[in-house]
C-alpha cells in the first residue's frame, strides 16, 4: 500500500490516505469469537479431566503404540512404494495378461474398503488353516499355522500395505508416462535394453513426478493406521481404546492419541517438505547412489 | 570423404525394397539405398516422404515390414538361424544399435544429467567403461565439440545449438561405425545452426559414415558424397550433391527443389 505522498508536476505534495479494511477486522473478529469459544467449551469442560491427559500421554503402552504406529506406517508405506512401482510397471507392459492382472489388481484393491481388507487378512485362517510353501511333487516344504502368522501386525501391514500399492501404481504410471517419450528413444539409440533405460534413464526422471505425492502418502499412512484397531494391531489406536475400555475416560485418551498423532504428522511434513525441495530443484540421484536418508538429511549445510 | 569415383570398399548401409507402415499408412513404399563407409549421404524430401523413418529403420528405432536392410552386415531385426530369421531380443537390439550413433531433431538430452553425464552415459551403462574413465573421454568429447567450458550444466541451461552439440557427443562416445541425423538443425534457432554443422563437417572430414537427413541445402552439397531425393516412401533419385542440385532429372525433384531453394543458392547451383 502506498504511504508516499503524490508528486503532481508543480511540485505540490498531496498526502496518501490509509484505506480501512473494515470488512476484514469484522469477520477476523467473527472467526475468532467463534474459535474461542469452541475451545472454551472444550478446554474449561468440567467433564473433561486434563490431569489424565497429562497422566497417560506418556504413559508405557501409549509409547510403545506410538512405536508401532510408526512401525506399521513405514513398512505398509515400503511395501506400498514397492509393490506400486512393480503393478505399475505390470500395467504398461506390451503383455496383455501382465497389464491385464495389474488393472484388476489396482480395480479390486481400490473397489473395497480398507477395512475390510484388513479384516480380511486378520482371518485369513478361516479359509487356509495352515500356509504351506513346497517344492511342487516332493515332500520338501515349509508349514506355518496362518494364525501365527497372520498377527494383528502383519495382517495391517499388508492390509494397509497391499491397498496402498494400488493408488501408488496409478502415480507411478503417470510420472513414468509424463517422462517424454525422446528419453526413451535416446536410450535405445544408445544400446540400452528396455530394463535399463528403465532404470537409469525413466524411473529417476519420474521419480520428480512421484516423490512428492509419496509424502501426502505416508501422512495419510500414519492415521489410517488408526483403523489397525479393528485387529488389535497394538498400535497407538488400538493400545488407548484398550485403556479407555478400562477407565473409561475415552475423551481424555483420544485427546492423547491426537495429540501424538498431530506430532507425527508434524514431523513428516516437515521431512516431506525437504524430500519436495530436494526432488523439485536439483536432479534425482536416488537412483544411483546414495541412501534415501542420505539424500532427504544432507549434511547439515549442505 | 572419398574423392569422386573412387570405389567404396563396403557397403554399411544396404536396403533394397524397404517397406513400412503405421497401420494402414504405408510409409515406405520400397526403398533401394546403399551407403558405403566413410561416406556422408545426405536425404532430402517433403516432409512426410519417409525420409525420417527409414532413418529411423536403420537403428532399428522403427520394424522394417517388407524388403530387406542390412546394417553393418547384419538384416535388421533378424538374425540367419537354420534357414530361417528370427527375430531380435531386445538384447540383441540393444547390443545391434551400440554401434550406430542417433542425432534426434529435439536433442533428447537425458533432462536429469549434466552435460558431461549425459556423454559418459553410454560408456557406463551400456559398455561398462569405469565411471573414472567414462568421465575423462567424455570431457575429450565435448572439448572436440567446443563444450568443454559447459560440462556440467544441465540440458535446460544450455542453447540448443548446445544441447544438439552435446548429442552429438553423446553419440560419439559410443565409437559408432555409423552416425545418423534426423533434421539436427531443424529446431535450431537459424543463428544457432552453422555451430552444428561445423561440427557435423568436421566429423565427414575425419571418414566418419553418415547419413543426414536435412533441409539444408547448403550442407548436402558442401558435404556430401551423395544426395537422395525422397518422396512418397521411395527413393525418386539419387546423384552427386552438385549435379543432382543443378540437373535434377524427375519432375518431382525440380518442384521440390525450387520450393525450399532460396533463389540465391538456385543461381549458385546452376
Known amino acids: ?302 | 570423404m572419398n574423392a569422386p569415383g573412387e570405389q567404396p570398399d563396403k557397403q554399411v548401409v544396404r536396403a533394397s525394397g524397404v517397406r513400412m507402415s503405421y497401420g494402414e499408412v504405408q510409409v515406405l513404399n520400397g526403398v533401394d539405398l546403399t551407403v558405403a563407409a566413410g561416406e556422408v549421404s545426405c536425404v532430402i524430401g517433403p516432409s512426410g516422404s519417409g525420409k525420417s523413418t527409414f532413418l529411423r529403420c536403420i537403428n532399428g528405432l522403427e520394424p522394417v515390414l517388407g524388403g530387406s536392410l542390412r546394417v553393418l552386415d547384419q538384416e535388421v531385426g533378424h538374425t540367419l538361424r537354420g534357414g530361417r530369421y528370427h527375430p531380435w531380443t531386445p538384447k540383441e537390439f540393444a547390443a545391434f544399435r551400440r554401434n550406430i550413433g542417433m542425432v534426434f531433431q529435439r536433442f533428447n538430452l537425458f533432462a536429469h544429467h549434466s552435460a558431461l553425464e549425459n556423454v559418459a552415459c553410454g560408456p557406463v551403462h551400456v559398455l561398462g567403461t569405469p565411471a573414472d574413465r567414462a568421465r575423462v573421454l567424455a570431457m575429450e568429447h565435448l572439448e572436440r565439440v567446443g563444450l568443454a567450458d559447459h560440462a556440467h550444466k544441465r540440458p535446460h541451461q544450455l542453447s540448443g545449438g548446445q544441447q544438439q552439440r552435446v548429442a552429438i557427443a553423446r553419440a560419439l562416445a559410443m565409437n559408432p561405425a555409423l552416425m545418423l541425423f534426423d533434421e539436427p538443425t531443424s529446431a535450431l534457432d537459424p543463428e544457432l545452426v552453422d555451430e552444428v554443422l561445423e561440427v557435423m563437417k568436421g566429423l565427414a572430414a575425419e571418414g566418419m559414415t553418415m547419413v543426414v537427413v536435412t533441409h539444408e541445402i547448403a550442407f548436402a552439397r558442401e558435404v556430401g558424397d551423395w544426395l537422395t531425393f525422397f518422396a512418397d516412401g521411395v527413393v525418386v533419385e539419387r546423384g552427386r550433391p552438385r549435379e543432382l542440385l543443378a540437373n535434377p532429372s524427375h519432375e518431382r525433384t525440380r518442384a521440390f527443389l525450387s520450393s525450399v531453394l532460396h533463389p540465391k543458392e538456385r543461381q549458385e547451383s546452376q
Not at chain 1, 475423551?251 to 491426537?258: D, H, N, P, T
Open chain 1, 1 to 302: 500500500m502506498r504511504t508516499e505522498p503524490i508528486t503532481d508536476a508543480s511540485g505540490r505534495q498531496t498526502p496518501v490516505a490509509r484505506t480501512w479494511h473494515w470488512g476484514r477486522w469484522l469477520a477476523a473478529a467473527v472467526a475468532l469469537a467463534v474459535a474461542a469459544r469452541l475451545a472454551y467449551l472444550i478446554v474449561a469442560n468440567p467433564n473433561l479431566d486434563w490431569g489424565k491427559v497429562a497422566e497417560y500421554v506418556f504413559h508405557e503402552r501409549i509409547l510403545s503404540g506410538v512405536w508401532v504406529t510408526i512401525e506399521i506406517s513405514v513398512l505398509a508405506t515400503a511395501l506400498g512404494l514397492i509393490l506400486g512401482v512393480l503393478v505399475a510397471i505390470m500395467r504398461l507392459a506390451h503383455n496383455p495378461v501382465l497389464s491385464g492382472l495389474a488393472t484388476f489388481y489396482i480395480w479390486f484393491f481400490r473397489g473395497t474398503p480398507v477395512l475390510v481388507q484388513l479384516i480380511f487378512w486378520y482371518n485369513l485362517a478361516f479359509l487356509f488353516p495352515e500356509m504351506v510353501l513346497k517344492v511342487p511333487f516332493t515332500m520338501i516344504g515349509v508349514k506355518w499355522d496362518t494364525n501365527q502368522v497372520m498377527t494383528g501386525f502383519t495382517s495391517a501391514m499388508l492390509g494397509l500395505g497391499l491397498n496402498l500399492a494400488a493408488y501408488f501404481a496409478e502415480t507411478v504410471r503417470a510420472g513414468i508416462q509424463a517422462v517424454d517419450n525422446g528419453q526413451t528413444e535416446a536410450a535405445y539409440a544408445l544400446g540400452m535394453t528396455p530394463a535399463k533405460r528403465m532404470r537409469v534413464i525413466v524411473l529417476p526422471q519420474a521419480l520428480r513426478i512421484i516423490i512428492p505425492p509419496t509424502g501426502n502418502e505416508f501422512i495419510s499412512m500414519l492415521k489410517t493406521t488408526s483403523l489397525v484397531y479393528v485387529v488389535a494391531g497394538h498400535d497407538l489406536m488400538t493400545n488407548a481404546s484398550q485403556i479407555y475400555k478400562a477407565n473409561n475416560r475415552i475423551m481424555e485418551l483420544l485427546i492423547v492419541a491426537s495429540l501424538w498423532y498431530m506430532l507425527m504428522t508434524a514431523v513428516a511434513t516437515f521431512l516431506q517438505g525437504r524430500l519436495e525441495r530436494r526432488f523439485g530443484s536439483e536432479a534425482v540421484r536416488l537412483v544411483r547412489g546414495g541412501g534415501l536418508a542420505a539424500r532427504i538429511l544432507p549434511k547439515a549445510a549442505a
